[in-house]
């Protein structure tokens, strides 16, 4: 923008990185370039080589004792039948036009919360015993079912996308960047559902899946599509993708990667703002991705062209509004 102002725009594969890795880069930059600028050698300390990730993950041998083993089954059963008392289709935006695959672009409408805004909305979540994370999901999920409102068996979905470094068992930082998870719940939403008894509703069903050790089981289902992947082909990467797509639970995600920060000694320059966006073309055509440097969170709405950038910016803005008209009720 001027010598001094500069937007870096980076992509990445998810089979390399995931929101929180993104964080990475920005830091590891800023700290070469100071080094370089003090007279150094660009470089960066060696990771330790790593055992493969689910090894990190609690499995079922670690239930081998009769009780505990009966102890977790008991859990993973009312947690289930607690999540079927709100069955339905699940349902995010719905989409009015079909574009192939191919022809599909990613567009993204980022909104911004200032650090003022972010103190009091912290503040009314903890007066009314929920989590900014929660507060999110309800803006969005009454937003979606406002500009989409269900049919029939449909329910509203919202999705919390988790980072689960920090419960692994030994925890784990930076040696591996695909340790997220997400845990959804379905809801029935109309114009008179309380926004604060919603975000509390959230909250209660976002701690029952991180305290049943089951749903964290992910690998038999990532493993099931790379087989459809590898026997479908290269040649048929539409049809996997359309397939993937029809599998994978439409819903309203939040990827709330928190607050960044960007460590670097005395450094030579500043990162000023931070965002981070997810393409919407193969599992779902919306999601959003926030992400909070120095108190301003950066809220981005990512939308397929299935949608519209009028449409997504308006759910963007609407979404916002709710949040702070929520701060007064």
């Known amino acids: 923008h001027e010598d001094n102002d500069v937007t870096l725009i980076s992509v990445y594969h998810h089979a390399a990185c995931d929101g929180k890795s993104a964080i990475f880069l920005p830091r590891d930059l800023v700290q070469s370039l100071t080094q370089q600028s003090r007279g150094e050698q660009a470089q960066l300390q060696p990771l330790s080589p790593i055992e493969y990730y689910g090894d990190r993950i609690n499995s079922l041998k670690d239930y081998d004792d009769f009780n505990d083993g009966m102890r977790t089954a008991w859990r993973t059963l009312k947690t289930s039948a607690k999540f079927l008392t709100n069955v339905g289709i699940p349902m995010g935006i719905r989409k009015e036009k079909s574009i192939p695959l191919g022809e599909q672009r990613v567009l993204v409408e980022p909104r911004f919360l200032e650090p003022d805004l972010m103190k009091q909305v912290a503040k009314k979540a903890k007066a009314e ?15 979606a079912a406002e500009d989409s409102p269900r049919q029939g068996l449909e329910v509203t979905s919202c999705t919390q996308v988790l980072d689960i470094r920090n ?31 919603l975000t509390r509703d959230i909250r209660k069903r976002l701690i029952e899946t991180i305290s049943t050790p089951l749903p964290f089981f992910h690998p038999a289902l990532h493993k099931s599509y790379a087989f459809l992947g590898h026997w479908l082909g290269m040649k048929k990467a539409d049809v996997f993708s359309n397939i993937v797509k029809r599998l994978h639970p439409e819903g309203l995600a939040v990827s709330n990667l928190g607050q960044v920060i960007i460590n670097v000694e005395n450094p030579v320059v500043e990162v000023t703002a931070f965002a981070f966006a997810t393409n919407t073309n193969v599992f779902n055509y919306f999601n959003t991705s926030a992400a909070t440097l120095n108190g301003r969170m950066t809220w981005s709405f990512s939308g397929s062209t299935l949608l519209g950038r009028e449409r997504i910016a308006k759910v963007a803005d609407n979404t916002v509004e709710r949040i702070v008209k929520a701060l007064g009720e």
């Open 167 to 197: 419960r692994l068992h030994p925890a784990v930082g930076e040696d591996c960047g695909v340790f997220v998870s997400g845990a959804t719940s379905l809801h029935s939403l109309n114009e008179d559902t309380d926004f604060w008894e």
């Open 129 to 143: 015993g929920t989590t900014i994370q929660c507060v999110l999901n309800a803006a969005l999920s009454l937003m």
